[in-house]
């Protein structure tokens, strides 16, 4: 059947509607329980679209409004079997059903909007959650993809194990093999001792994977290559170099001979101008630095490397005659890595003239103190003390005025420029215009003061992590493999004049280098 709906303009003010049908709505209103109200209905009529209306009238007995219908709209309220009209009562319980329904629906209405709100907010938190895994997804990515550059590094212990293992059952069966010949051709057992001895020397080379001397700017990320790019563009110090190479091959031991003939390491004395000027009269050390430091037998140069950390190098470290340290890099909190014998600490100019704690800090009052500039190119010390990278000076003399009876040395500044010459000359492309790093030039000046240099993580371990400091909690891959430092190449320099093994590479991260001394060239 159909309902006819109720003329919108008949009772202004209304405020509820019940919708028996989707076609049929039935209006009820406060004011409605007003018979002056209901007085001034007009009559039915029928809407526009057809349907007959219907209005409410005051029930007397309660407060509920029952139906009231005009003798001519009870043709269209016929009954559903049946073309007649209903009957009253069914009308009215119809009707009074109908007027109940406004607050049900209404609570329905609320329950419905709680839900939405709650889902809704379910919705946003699961949002929130999912981009904040995303982001630290991305976070974990970057930071493994700027420390990828050599995987091979990642060899884990126990395939370590495995390889000794069948390295130790190789030599035992050719050892075997060779105590059964040995009746029979002395001379071939002779041959075969020095076999297992070759083969024990070169299997670890084949062993484990440590740094590649090879290495080039291909094995930087790109980040890194950009960066190298950039500063040869720059050429900050007019670095213009016109000697041999690239790509110059020189076996170890030439390589050490032409490293000691070349590269000059002293320090700046008081007779150098403008240091012999009555400015500077006291300042600088009257002794030479040999006189105070070396002859020694067995050195450490101990990098700030982050995979220091948890190393348990500490006393191995400590059993040297001497042992080198880098900058502000302490050894309070952190005996069992890197030990706490300090004999010679090198330093930037940059250290020594911004930290705030360098006049007040007692770790740089032990041992001998070094500090080293950079200059122009193969600049003399008068240009240099001009133009000096950092101004040191001031913070210098106020240190030797604090502490007079510390030894504290000023390296000459042709010396980071020799190095930098030999390194581009046996390096197979152009390297940084920039001057050797820190670790380089600890090298150089312990391997002119002893006759045995072991350098700890300078050459990365399988601890390698892109922790750039031990002490410290900073990031960069650029600490490994170089930036501003041509620290590539250096550490290929160091990897080709290695004596000792590649498990010591591996297991600890030691280089072992022959001091300049025991060299004959």
Not at 5 to 11: I, T
Not at 17 to 46: G, K, N, V, Y
Not at 140 to 166: A, H, I, M, N, P
Not at 467 to 483: I, L
Request: proline share 7%.
């Amino acid at each position: 059947m159909v309902w006819g709906s109720v003329w919108p303009g008949a009772l202004p003010g209304l405020r509820d509607s019940i919708c028996i049908t989707e076609t049929a709505c039935f209006l009820s209103a406060p004011s409605l329980r007003s018979s002056s109200l209901l007085s001034s209905i007009p009559p039915p009529h029928t809407t526009p679209g057809g349907a007959a209306a219907a209005f409410f009238t005051e029930n007397a007995e309660s407060t509920a409004l029952v139906p009231s219908f005009h003798p001519s709209a009870e043709m269209f309220f016929d009954h559903p079997e049946k073309n007649e009209p209903w009957p009253p009562d069914l009308i009215k319980q119809t009707f009074q059903k109908q007027i109940c329904s406004p607050a049900q629906n209404r609570g329905a209405s609320l329950n419905t909007t709680f839900i939405m709100i709650h889902t809704n907010m379910k919705k946003k938190f699961s949002c929130c959650i999912v981009a904040f895994l995303l982001f630290a997804v991305i976070c974990v990515w970057k930071e493994r993809k700027k420390g990828s550059y050599y995987d091979s590094l990642k060899l884990q212990t126990k395939e370590f194990q495995v390889l000794k293992t069948l390295e130790k059952l190789t030599m035992r069966s050719r050892s075997q093999s060779v105590s059964s010949d040995n009746t029979q051709d002395p001379q071939k057992n002779s041959q075969a001792l020095s076999g297992p001895k070759d083969s024990t020397k070169s299997n670890p080379q084949a062993s484990f994977q440590v740094w590649n001397k090879e290495s080039s700017s291909k094995n930087l990320i790109p980040r890194l290559q950009k960066i190298l790019k950039n500063y040869l563009n720059m050429n900050k110090y007019k670095v213009s170099y016109k000697g041999p190479g690239p790509g110059v091959k020189y076996s170890a031991d030439a390589l050490r001979c032409y490293l000691r003939d070349r590269v000059n390491v002293s320090m700046v004395e008081a007779t150098d101008f403008p240091f012999n000027t009555s400015d500077w009269e006291g300042y600088l050390p009257k002794e030479n630095i040999r006189t105070k430091a070396g002859p020694w037998h067995r050195c450490a140069v101990v990098s700030s490397a982050g995979s220091l950390k948890s190393s348990q190098l500490g006393q191995e470290i400590d059993d040297h005659d001497a042992v080198l340290r880098f900058n502000g890099a302490p050894t309070a909190n952190f005996q069992q890595d890197v030990g706490t014998k300090t004999t010679i600490r090198l330093m930037n100019s940059q250290l020594v003239t911004t930290e705030k704690r360098f006049l007040k800090d007692g770790l740089y009052n032990e041992g001998i103190l070094i500090v080293w500039d950079p200059s122009v190119y193969h600049s003399d010390i008068p240009k240099w003390y001009k133009n000096p990278d950092y101004n040191f000076f001031n913070n210098y003399k106020s240190y030797r005025t604090m502490h007079p009876g510390q030894p504290f040395y000023i390296l000459r500044p042709q010396m980071p420029w020799e190095l930098w010459d030999v390194l581009q000359e046996i390096s197979p492309e152009e390297i940084q215009p920039n001057p050797p790093s820190s670790g380089m030039l600890g090298i150089l000046i312990m391997l002119t003061l002893c006759d045995q240099v072991d350098i700890y993580e300078f050459l990365p371990s399988k601890r390698k992590t892109d922790v750039c400091y031990y002490y410290q909690k900073f990031f960069d891959s650029a600490c490994t493999m170089g930036a501003y430092h041509p620290l590539l190449f250096e550490k290929n320099m160091v990897k080709h004049l290695n004596e000792g093994t590649d498990e010591d590479i591996y297991l600890l991260g030691k280089a072992t280098l022959p001091g300049f001394r025991n060299i004959h060239c």
